[in-house]
């Protein structure tokens, strides 16, 4: 799994690099199929106070990119929310991949009695 942090118009700090590693901890540990997860953390010189600190991440899965991105006025609660928000599409998505197609009764070899 290639793992890429970066920030823009911000210097990702250990600790912040830490947080999102264990942050993210609990999604690869859900679903093991991750190809690739880019994360961006901005800051954005908005007039509006609110909403300036913007957390992005996108994984690649096997067949499909996820997307998912979270603005707070706090960068560590976006990365919360952003987590929040990715663990449950990675869910969605590992629902969707799992095989729920069961044999039917006509295909069993079953020796007639």
């Known amino acids: 799994m290639n793992l890429t942090i970066s920030g823009h118009h911000l210097e990702v700090t250990p600790a912040l690099r830490e947080y999102v590693l264990t942050k993210l901890d609990r999604v690869t540990r859900h679903f093991d199929q991750v190809v690739d997860i880019n994360v ?3 800051v954005e010189k908005q007039k509006e106070k609110e909403r300036r600190q913007k957390a992005e991440v996108t994984v690649h899965v096997k067949g499909r990119d996820i997307f998912v991105e979270q603005a707070n006025e706090d960068l560590y609660a976006a990365i919360d ?7 449950r599409q ?3 998505y590992k ?3 799992q095989d729920h197609h069961h044999a039917s009764a006509k295909r069993l070899d079953v020796p007639a009695p």
């Open 95 to 97: 629902e969707k991949v």
């Open 81 to 87: 929310q952003l987590m929040d928000k990715l663990d």
């Open 90 to 92: 990675v869910g969605r």
């Open 40 to 42: 961006l953390l901005t």
